[in-house]
C-alpha cells in the first residue's frame, strides 16, 4: 500500500474515531497501520501484536485486543471468524458482501477467494434457482496448496 493509500486509511480512522467521540490515539494509529501495511492478510490479535512487538512498539497485549476489537466495532476492520474460537481480522473495505475466504484446516491459511469467482457463484446461484441473493459469507474449508505439498 502506498503513501497515499496508508494516508487515506489514517484519515478514515481518525474521522471515524472522532465522529463516535473516540480518542485518536497513537496506538489505535499503529493498529491500524499494520492493517493498511498488508491490506490482503487476515491477521490474529497475536499476529498484530507480534508485527508491533518488531516495530518496537511497547503496546501491551491487552490494549492490542481492546484496540482490534474497537476498531472491528467501528467497522474499520472485518471480523472473521474461521471456526470455534479462531478469529481473525482484516482491514474492511467498501465491498458491499465483505470478502470470501478459503481457509486451510492444517496450517490456518486463510486466503480471499478473488471477486470475479463469487460473481460467478452469484450468477450461478441465480440462474439455477431463480433466488436473487442479498448478502452472503462464503468459507470453503480444506487444505492449502503447501500442505497438500509438504504431505507428498
Same mark, same amino acid.
Given at each position: 500500500?502506498?503513501?497515499?493509500?496508508?494516508?487515506?486509511?489514517?484519515? $478514515?480512522? /481518525?474521522? &471515524? *474515531?472522532? !465522529?463516535? @467521540?473516540?480518542?485518536?490515539?497513537?496506538?489505535?494509529?499503529?493498529?491500524?497501520?499494520?492493517?493498511?501495511?498488508?491490506?490482503?492478510?487476515?491477521?490474529?490479535?497475536?499476529?498484530?501484536?507480534?508485527?508491533?512487538?518488531?516495530?518496537?512498539?511497547?503496546?501491551?497485549?491487552?490494549?492490542?485486543?481492546?484496540?482490534?476489537?474497537?476498531?472491528?466495532?467501528?467497522?474499520?476492520?472485518?471480523?472473521?471468524?474461521?471456526?470455534?474460537? $479462531?478469529? /481473525?481480522? &482484516? *482491514?474492511? !473495505?467498501? @465491498?458491499?458482501?465483505?470478502?470470501?475466504?478459503?481457509?486451510?484446516?492444517?496450517?490456518?491459511?486463510?486466503?480471499?477467494?478473488?471477486?470475479?469467482?463469487?460473481?460467478?457463484?452469484?450468477?450461478?446461484?441465480?440462474?439455477?434457482?431463480?433466488?436473487?441473493?442479498?448478502?452472503?459469507?462464503?468459507?470453503?474449508?480444506?487444505?492449502?496448496?503447501?500442505?497438500?505439498?509438504?504431505?507428498?
Amino acid at each position: 500500500m502506498g503513501g497515499a493509500e496508508k494516508k487515506m486509511v489514517n484519515d $478514515i480512522l /481518525r474521522k &471515524e *474515531l472522532k !465522529d463516535r @467521540n473516540f480518542r485518536i490515539t497513537a496506538q489505535r494509529e499503529l493498529i491500524m497501520r499494520i492493517f493498511a501495511e498488508s491490506p490482503e492478510d487476515h491477521l490474529s490479535v497475536e499476529e498484530v501484536y507480534r508485527k508491533l512487538l518488531d516495530k518496537r512498539s511497547r503496546i501491551s497485549k491487552a490494549t492490542v485486543y481492546r484496540t482490534v476489537e474497537l476498531l472491528s466495532d467501528l467497522g474499520l476492520l472485518r471480523k472473521i471468524e474461521i471456526d470455534e474460537g $479462531i478469529v /481473525r481480522f &482484516e *482491514l474492511a !473495505d467498501s @465491498n458491499k458482501h465483505g470478502k470470501h475466504h478459503l481457509i486451510c484446516t492444517d496450517c490456518g491459511e486463510t486466503m480471499t477467494i478473488p471477486d470475479r469467482l463469487v460473481e460467478k457463484i452469484e450468477a450461478m446461484v441465480k440462474q439455477e434457482t431463480g433466488f436473487e441473493p442479498e448478502d452472503h459469507n462464503i468459507k470453503f474449508y480444506g487444505k492449502c496448496a503447501n500442505c497438500i505439498k509438504n504431505q507428498k
